[in-house]
């Protein structure tokens, strides 16, 4: 990730001094302001990124822009399946035979944070479609594709809350969003620098815990899961937590990703905490709509659980493919998917009227750490035949 190196930290602390500077210089300039921050965030990308992959990333974004402005839905539409269609050439391998004969600069970029661009761009297209974005400029929609800090891993803002941030200065640096910024930022440097060196070993080898402990197979590999929940989250959290707390610095506030998620009392109250940006983005874009497309059917609209596990086994499975094209990362996104379809069930039909309390809620919540936790084996371990 791009925070995983004390180097890393060097070069963003230089890059917020210069976009201050800026911004100390020309208080009231805000067209300087966001010209400034789209310096430093080319400045910052191209420390890891290539030249090429930024220009063509760049004109496909006016391209995409210029679509929204547009508000056409044949045009939207169009821009859209290119956005898309672009990820899945470049992010599967099941694809990667058609790439020799797709020439063109489209189809060179580099994959590295390129899902996370998608998300934004699809999510400015449909927005600006319906309407529902009063107001925007071409260079805060490039600085909200190109944001450094969420380039990589989110948190995936919403276009109109970054357009809120970037055209708002006050006269002077606020004082909160100092010490604010750097305990967020002191919090995830020690998740990921400090923690995640602690139980990557274990977690990402569950045979490593039993060559080091001397336990059982059945022993280290329940524990070995246990390590990879601790690791999965603390690397992605920590991630998220310096993205916020240098978005605060820079005099935005990006939503937040996580909030105890493994303290969550069931799956659906867990996938409201876990990765929270990339869950609204699926029930909004993808969920949701799943479920109306299910529900102009006659058949499945008089029968709407049928239609909700549907839309959860779709929506997962979906989430699975995204995070990889090997079969496992599928396999995880029907567990949650089946996992919720389950839980469904038993809130709507199933579930005995003595069920509640806090010795329920606890036993629920001990469950479903549980149940996420196993669930890490197939995102972490390829199936093998």
Wanted: one cysteine or more; hydrophobic letters at 50%; glycine letters at 8%.
């Amino acid at each position: 990730m791009l925070f995983e190196s004390y180097e890393t930290f060097v070069r963003l602390t230089l890059a917020l001094l210069g976009y201050g500077f800026i911004r100390w210089l020309l208080p009231e300039k805000f067209v300087w302001h966001r010209f400034g921050l789209l310096i430093v965030n080319a400045a910052v990308l191209l420390t890891f990124i290539g030249e090429h992959t930024l220009i063509v990333l760049s004109l496909l974004s006016l391209i995409v822009y210029a679509a929204g402005k547009a508000a056409n839905n044949k045009v939207v539409r169009a821009v859209m399946w290119l956005v898309i269609g672009l990820f899945v050439l470049r992010n599967y391998e099941a694809f990667s035979g058609l790439l020799p004969r797709l020439q063109g600069p489209l189809f060179s970029v580099e994959r590295i944070g390129l899902s996370y661009i998608v998300f934004r761009m699809v999510h400015w297209l449909i927005e600006s479609n319906k309407g529902k974005i009063q107001a925007s400029d071409v260079l805060t929609f490039l600085n909200y594709i190109f944001f450094f800090p969420t380039f990589l891993a989110g948190p995936i803002d919403t276009y109109s809350n970054f357009h809120q941030g970037a055209n708002h200065r006050p006269r002077r640096i606020e004082v909160a969003w100092i010490p604010y910024g750097l305990g967020r930022v002191l919090l995830g440097a020690t998740k990921t620098l400090l923690l995640v060196p602690l139980v990557r070993p274990w977690g990402l080898d569950w045979h490593s815990v039993g060559a080091e402990t001397g336990l059982s197979a059945g022993l280290a590999f329940p524990l070995s899961l246990v390590a990879y929940s601790a690791y999965i989250l603390f690397d992605f959290s920590g991630y998220s937590d310096i993205a916020i707390g240098i978005g605060r610095w820079m005099g935005f506030r990006l939503p937040e990703n996580f909030r105890n998620p493994y303290f969550a009392s069931s799956l659906s109250d867990f996938w409201r905490r876990w990765h929270i940006s990339f869950s609204n983005f699926l029930r909004r874009y993808v969920f949701m709509p799943t479920i109306r497309i299910l529900n102009s059917s006659n058949v499945l609209m008089r029968r709407p659980v049928l239609v909700t596990i549907l839309s959860y086994l779709f929506t997962f499975l979906l989430c699975g493919f995204w995070h990889g094209d090997a079969l496992h990362f599928g396999v995880w996104g029907l567990w949650h998917g089946i996992g919720l379809a389950i839980a469904k069930l038993w809130r709507d039909y199933l579930r005995p009227s003595w069920a509640k309390g806090v010795a329920y809620d606890m036993t629920t919540t001990v469950l479903t750490f549980s149940f996420v936790t196993a669930g890490w084996y197939w995102f972490n371990y390829p199936i093998i035949f």
